[in-house]
């Protein structure tokens, strides 16, 4: 089955700067990725995916990028603001599967 | 809310106990999750219902019991828990749990605690 890592499992950052967390998956057939942020003490919330067609996705400070031959795929996080510390999961979905989810990267955003 | 309601937030139960998580949506959706969150293993799926019939169990102990009466509701019944049991036990639910690229939508989570 599908085995999702993830790294690095903390991360801290001075505001302003970036982040990048990364993700490798193992079941080349998996062509969905989402991401989900977890502030603490509340529920994951999806904040971008990216599905196996595209090579890169953006939303405003928010960016994905994947790569299919290397199976990983990264958030890029722009511009990091304090309400982004939480924790950042990836997840990846084999097709009619659910998501596998990685262990978490705890963001840490630093004044 | 985000149309995913879990009910209680917070629960704390002996191992004798025997307690029911519920979870409701009326966001339309078909597919719904059960999922375990601990330090040790987050975000583990445990089980899921599409269209009613479950269609997934991960290995879990039979002493959770899931429920899936109609698409919008969701239980998860315990009985003789262990303290390892402790966890934040989060539902979710998505449009179905076959289409392609699913948007799972988590609800708040019940905090658990066994004594």
């Known amino acids: 089955g599908e085995n999702v890592e993830q790294h690095p499992s903390t991360l801290s950052v001075q505001e302003g700067d970036s982040a990048v967390i990364k993700c490798t998956y193992s079941?080349?057939?998996?062509?969905?990725f989402p991401w989900y942020k977890q502030e603490l003490g509340k529920r994951p919330q999806l904040i971008i995916d990216?599905?196996?067609?595209?090579g890169e996705k953006k939303d405003q400070r928010i960016a994905v990028t994947l790569n299919k031959t290397a199976k990983h795929f990264s958030l890029h996080i722009t511009e990091t603001q304090p309400e982004d510390s939480a924790v950042y999961f990836c997840?990846?979905?084999?097709?009619?599967?659910?998501?596998?989810f990685g262990p978490g990267t705890r963001l840490s955003v630093l004044p | 809310e985000t149309g995913v309601t879990q009910t209680p937030r917070h629960l704390v139960m002996g191992m004798t106990n025997k307690k029911s998580l519920k979870c409701e949506q009326h966001?339309?959706?078909?597919?719904m999750y059960w999922y375990k969150q601990s330090a040790k293993k987050p975000l583990e799926l445990m089980f899921v219902?599409?269209?009613?019939?479950?269609?997934e169990n991960n290995s879990v102990p039979s002493r959770f019991s899931p429920e899936c009466p109609n698409s919008s509701h969701l239980f998860l019944h315990l009985h003789t828990l262990q303290p390892e049991d402790s966890a934040l036990y989060l539902c979710?639910?998505?449009?179905?749990?076959?289409?392609?690229?699913?948007?799972?939508?988590f609800g708040s989570g019940t905090q658990l605690s066994v004594l």
């Open positions: 997840a990846a979905s084999p097709p009619g599967q659910n998501f596998v």
């Open positions: 990216i599905r196996s067609n595209v």
């Open positions: 966001l339309g959706h078909n597919a």
């Open positions: 219902y599409n269209f009613k019939e479950q269609t």
């Open positions: 079941d080349s057939a998996s062509n969905y």
């Open positions: 979710a639910s998505s449009q179905d749990a076959v289409r392609w690229g699913p948007q799972t939508i």
